[in-house]
Structures are given as structure tokens and as C-alpha cells.
């Protein structure tokens, strides 16, 4: 049973039959959040008298005996649907009527939640972001996504601002950088319209403001928006901030904006490790395939290096992908299916990635290897002994002798602490596999060959 099924229960035993059948009954179960049960029905009359003469004191007796509250949101009316003569007398606040301007989102269409690749380092930044949108304004307010440059917080921003505006047509939502916000402010003071400025903001549904970091360079600016958000949040309109620190760690923030920022829900997005950019990598080559022409294939060592490459952020990961798939589009437009090769790639990408020789470590030959076989280090590295996990760690230790300097004893210690015995028994199974099967052998040697330009 949902929460409000409870809720429905509840009331059934408490109040008299007339108004639970009347009221109760015909209200929708839409979600909850937070110990909140959003419900409507497609009555704005019924939905207006319910928050007027009930659900006060509903949520008294529900809040102490189950610990839950009730909240009635705007109606279930589709668009395309005709209004129900129980709407006639009730203005729509959001309808060219109601004298309510329609304002420009100025979103990005393309940045959606279906798009955006979830990893670990994103995961709650992201199920943050997707609660907003779904209930904006009743879930999280405001929220705060911090990352540095490049880490996908712009992506969920949009992604927010563009669900909300596909469900909910009726609602304003408006995205800015800080930046633009500011010099805009500058316009409507210099105009002498500072009140159209605050009358714009303040009648928004959704506020997405970027690169909240700077608020603090123009103190008029500041004060603007320290007026709007109050009256946002009081309104119970959703805002959500995105920026490349902590309100800790933003210099000059006044204490009461700061204090602002932590009304609502502050999130972070990691550094993504190897596994988050390789994903990333092959969603956005998904994303793409439409513009590689002659069906040319980029395997999983040109990705690898590319991701092991390129560490700082998803932007310039991006970047490069574009570019090899521009130059290979050049190179080989006379070619059908062609296989792009490491060395093509290196070449290629020679302008974003440094060509300078890296250090072949155990690590980087443990991720390289467990990725090619699609496992996880920490399998590599535990004490299964299942073939799926087995061979690669064989393989990975082969490699790690044929290339380091490690001796046996520590290479051991960096799959698991294994004993030098079992490392060299390891070596000698790869070595012989080798002798016995050309394409094992030749799989092997394009490892090292990785490696080794």
C-alpha cells in the first residue's frame, strides 16, 4: 500500500463518510517526498476548498499518528483536455488571461536526464536533480550542485529546467548564468525599469541560475537576487543553484545569502575515475554515430586511451572524441568499416592530448587489462579463481613483468597479495598459451604494444 493509501485509511476511520467521499476520494496519489504525500484531483474548486477548510487540520492528526503530511498541488489537467465546468470561475494564474507573461526558458533542448550518462561519482547529484523535476518545489529547495569545470552540472541544470517545461507547459521556467543575470540587471537599472527586472524574476516557477559564484562581484546584483530568492522560497517556487565550490568556499559571500544556500540541498559531482570516463566516452560516441560516416570503428583501446588521457573533465573528453571522429570522417571517406588505430588516434589528437611518454605502472596495466576483459580491479584483485577473472589477473601480472620493474613479490602485493610463487606460475601459463595459440598470443602483444609507443 502506498503512503497515501494509508493516509485514505486513516481518514476513513477518523472523519465522518460524507466529506471522506466527497473530498477524499476523488484526490490522486502523485508521490512523496520527504515524508510528504502530494496528491490533486482535476477539480482546481475542489482542490482550493480542500486547502482552505481541511487540510489543516488533517495534517495535524496525520503528522502525529503516522507521520506523514498531505499536500494538494496544482490540478491533473491535460492541455489538450476541455476545462470541467468546476474550473469555469477558477482563473488558471498561468493562462494569457490571468495577464501572467510567458517567459523565455533560453534552455538548451539537448541536455536531458535520458542523456546523461550515471556513475558513481554523479549518482546523487543526479537522483537530487530528478526529484526537483519531477516535484519542483516541493522536494528539495533550493538545491545546489556544486563541481568543478567540466564535471556535468550545467548538463543536470538544463536537464531540470527542460523535464519540468515537457510536464508541466503552464509553468514559467527561466535559466540564466550569473553573469547574464547581472548584466541584465545593469540594463533594466540603467533603463529605469529596475521593477520590470524584479516583477520577471519573482513571477518565475522554476529559477536555474549557473555560475552562482560570482554573485558576489556586483553588490547591487547581489542584493536583487537576495530579494528574488526570499520571495521565490516563500512562494514555494524551485530554485536551483549550480557552482564550482561550496557556499564555504565561495570568497566574499554574505552570510545571509550563504545561509540561503543552505536551506535547501547541497550536492557535489566527483572526478570521475577511469570506469565514470569511459563510460561517458562510449555514450557520447553512441550519441554521435549518426555523424561517422563509412562506419568506421573506433575499438575499445583507442576509448582507453583517450579516457586514461584526458582526467580533468568531460568537456575536453568530448572535445576529442569529436575531433577523431572529424579526421577520421576526412581520412577515410573512401573507405567502408575501417578500424581506427591507436597510433591514427595519437596522431589525430596530438593538439588535445600530450604526446609525452607516460610511466607504465601496475596500476594503469591493471585498469587498462581489467577493462579489455570487462571485469573490475577489485575483481582482478580479489581471490576469486573464476577463468572470467583469472585469466585477465594471469595476463595483467604477464604484462606487469614484461613492462616494470616490479619484482615478483610486489607485484603480487598489488593483485591481492598473491605469493611470488603464484605470480611466476601466472607468467609461465601466459608464456605458454602464447606458443601454443596465435591469437592469444597475438591479443597479448597488442597489450604491450599499447604500453610500449
Not at 498531505?70 to 488571461?97: C, G, H, Q, R, W
Not at 569545470?149 to 517545461?165: C, D, E, F
Not at 550569473?178 to 540594463?187: C, G, L, P
Amino acid at each position: 500500500m502506498d503512503d497515501f493509501g494509508l493516509i485514505k485509511n486513516y481518514l476513513e476511520k477518523n472523519i465522518d463518510k460524507q466529506t471522506f467521499e466527497k473530498w477524499i476520494i476523488p484526490l490522486e496519489y502523485i508521490g512523496t517526498k520527504n515524508n510528504v504525500v502530494f496528491v490533486c484531483s482535476s477539480d482546481s474548486k475542489k482542490n482550493a476548498w480542500i486547502k482552505t477548510n481541511l487540510l489543516s487540520k488533517f495534517n495535524k492528526n496525520i503528522k502525529k499518528d503516522l507521520n506523514l503530511a498531505l499536500k494538494i498541488v496544482s490540478p491533473l489537467i491535460d492541455d489538450d483536455d476541455d476545462k470541467s465546468d468546476s474550473t469555469e470561475n477558477i482563473s488558471d494564474p498561468f493562462s494569457p488571461a490571468s495577464g501572467k507573461k510567458k517567459i523565455i526558458a533560453n534552455l538548451q533542448p539537448r541536455y536531458t536526464f535520458e542523456n546523461f550518462v550515471q556513475v558513481e561519482q554523479n549518482r546523487l547529484a543526479y537522483s537530487f536533480a530528478h526529484s526537483v523535476a519531477d516535484f519542483p518545489g516541493k522536494s528539495y529547495n533550493p538545491l545546489y550542485i556544486y563541481s568543478d569545470v567540466g564535471l556535468g552540472k550545467t548538463h543536470l541544470l538544463y536537464a531540470i529546467g527542460n523535464r519540468i517545461v515537457k510536464n508541466n507547459k503552464n509553468l514559467n521556467v527561466i535559466y540564466s548564468t550569473t553573469s547574464e543575470f547581472m548584466h541584465e540587471y545593469v540594463d533594466y537599472n540603467r533603463l529605469n525599469k529596475r521593477s520590470e527586472f524584479i516583477n520577471k524574476y519573482t513571477s518565475v516557477d522554476v529559477l536555474l541560475i549557473d555560475d552562482i559564484q560570482y554573485i558576489t562581484k556586483w553588490e547591487g546584483t547581489s542584493e536583487q537576487f537576495y530579494y528574488i530568492f526570499n520571495k521565490l522560497i516563500q512562494s514555494e517556487k524551485q530554485i536551483v543553484l549550480c557552482s564550482d565550490k561550496h557556499p564555504d568556499k565561495i570568497p566574499d559571500l554574505e552570510q545571509r545569502i550563504k545561509s540561503r544556500f543552505e536551506w535547501g540541498s547541497i550536492v557535489d559531482i566527483l572526478h570521475y575515475d577511469l570506469e565514470g570516463r569511459l563510460a561517458i566516452l562510449k555514450n557520447k560516441l553512441q550519441e554521435r554515430a549518426h555523424s561517422i560516416k563509412n562506419d568506421f570503428i573506433i575499438p575499445e583501446d583507442v576509448l582507453y586511451y583517450m579516457a586514461s588521457s584526458i582526467k580533468e573533465n568531460v568537456r575536453k573528453l568530448e572535445g576529442a572524441l569529436n575531433r577523431l571522429i572529424g579526421v577520421a570522417n576526412l581520412k577515410y571517406s573512401n573507405s567502408k568499416g575501417t578500424k581506427i588505430s591507436l597510433e591514427f588516434a595519437k596522431e589525430s589528437l596530438k593538439p588535445i592530448i600530450s604526446q609525452g611518454k607516460k610511466e607504465v605502472t601496475i596500476d594503469r596495466i591493471r585498469e587498462f587489462v581489467a577493462q579489455k576483459y570487462n571485469i573490475k580491479v577489485d575483481e582482478m584483485i580479489s581471490k576469486s579463481n573464476k577463468r572470467e577473472i583469472a585469466v585477465p589477473r594471469q595476463i595483467a601480472m604477464f604484462v606487469c613483468k614484461k613492462l616494470t620493474e616490479n619484482p615478483l613479490h610486489e607485484i603480487g602485493k598489488e593483485f591481492g597479495g598473491k605469493h611470488h610463487s603464484t605470480v611466476l606460475h601466472s607468467i609461465n601459463k601466459v608464456e605458454t598459451s602464447m606458443l601454443s595459440d596465435y591469437e592469444f598470443s597475438k591479443e597479448i602483444n597488442s597489450i604491450i604494444k599499447f604500453f610500449a609507443e
